[in-house]
């Protein structure tokens, strides 16, 4: 029994030095790598690294012995002075390189795809179907990959669309989603623009993009955004319902299918959304004056004033729905026979828009223009005189003509 245990422990202690000398040697492999790397000698830091990787490189990873092997490979494929068969061969080993870094990098296995799919493509050249396979697995894997793997997609979707396959509307969707995440970039809405030949075939292809996915909330969505840019407000309805209907607490789908419907001259389709609108958003003074704009081109006069007070006394410094009520005082008298109540609600008119002047908004330059256009329809001093009325007397608003209006004016 002695005999057995000392022949244990002897080959026990054979093991461990083996292991010890075995981590030793894996050790000094990736060191050697590391000082031929930062010296630049990638000739033979590439035969170490291979070691190390091929062995088992987890505790070097915080070195980035991944990255590092990536930029010899790339260098030596580079390189003018090798040969077009020690090139293919780089082809072929990197992306079995790829593949073990994946395996020990998984949580970069969206950018290695994408790295290996470049390979492909360019390098090796290979078939474009197996080329997008590999864009769309690594953007599948890493939606935040960089735009620049995303826009190689793109043009390789662009150059293989067919009447026989959906790649335009593919990279329609690609370049749509880019224009979104990076908006500041013109580029991706020139791409998305040249992917059809006109405006119209656009819209087609969005509408196409829905039909095939009708419950998709995101391409109806594009489909909106591209008829409005087109201005084919008509074919905006469809999916604008759509939206409101699935998602009916989200207000800019509202906006949007109000003031198509309001665009189309559906009054009454659009009165309900804008009234949705504020049931969404009670503080929303633009939907107050939406409402009033539409009353008004119904000259609906009273009732447009009414929600023009609701928006101002959301915002009492807001300009815009001062100046729309002089511009009801003002559709009024123009309405009605032109005599010396007419002036009087042109001046009211007129002392409305010079209200909404002095408040020092966006619509000042065009308030204080009308007040100088309508200074010809205002009471002259012969109209107060022959009337006996003197500066400072309160004249009021009636007669059957302006029963709404319920105001008074001074003479000035």
């Known amino acids: 029994m002695k005999r057995g245990h000392f022949f244990l422990i002897v080959f026990l202690a054979a093991l461990s030095l083996s292991s010890v000398k075995a981590q030793n040697d894996h050790v000094a492999n990736f060191s050697l790598f590391y000082e031929y790397h930062k010296n630049k000698d990638f000739a033979s830091a590439l035969p170490y690294g291979w070691k190390v990787i091929n062995n088992d490189p987890s505790q070097f990873l915080k070195n980035k012995i991944f990255q590092k092997m990536e930029e010899i490979l790339w260098f030596d494929h580079d390189s003018t002075q090798i040969s077009d068969q020690e090139k293919k061969a780089i082809q072929d080993t990197i992306i079995y390189f790829y593949d073990k870094a994946i395996q020990y990098e998984p949580k970069l296995e969206g950018f290695y795809t994408a790295r290996k799919a470049y390979v492909k493509e360019v390098w090796v050249q290979a078939n474009p179907e197996e080329t997008m396979a590999l864009y769309e697995a690594a953007i599948a894997k890493d939606p935040a990959l960089d ?3 995303k826009d190689r997609l793109g043009v390789l979707y662009v150059n293989n669309a067919a009447e026989t396959n959906d790649y335009k509307l593919k990279a329609l969707d690609l370049y749509s989603k880019l224009a979104e995440e990076d908006a500041n970039n013109p580029l991706w809405n020139q791409k998305l623009e040249s992917i059809a030949e006109n405006i119209e075939e656009l819209v087609a292809i969005t509408k196409k993009s829905w039909d095939f996915d009708k419950e998709n909330l995101e391409k109806a969505w594009k489909y909106v955004a591209t008829c409005i840019k087109a201005q084919d407000f008509e074919k905006a309805i469809e999916p604008l319902e759509f939206l409101t209907a699935k998602a009916p607490t989200v207000i800019n789908y509202w906006k949007q299918l109000a003031s198509m419907y309001d665009k189309l001259e559906q009054t009454d389709k659009a009165l309900s959304a804008y009234k949705k609108l504020i049931e969404l958003q009670p503080d929303g003074k633009d939907n107050y004056v939406n409402i009033a704009l539409i009353y008004k081109k119904m000259d609906q006069l009273s009732v447009s004033r009414t929600y023009l007070q609701k928006a101002m ?9 001062v100046m729309i009520e002089a511009q009801l005082y003002e559709q009024a008298a123009r ?43 205002i009471p002259t001093k012969e109209d107060y005189f022959f009337r006996k009325l003197k500066s400072g007397d309160a004249i009021k608003i009636e007669g059957p003509c302006y029963p709404w209006i319920g105001r008074s004016v001074n003479v000035p």
């Open 335 to 377: 309405a009605c026979e032109f005599d010396f109540m007419a002036k009087c609600v042109y001046l009211l008119s007129v002392n409305t828009y010079r209200k909404a002047a002095t408040m020092g908004g966006q619509n000042s330059s065009t308030a204080a223009d009308r007040v100088k256009a309508l200074q010809n329809s």
């Open 147 to 149: 735009a620049f793997y």
């Open 313 to 321: 006394n959301i915002d009492a410094n807001w300009d815009y729905p």
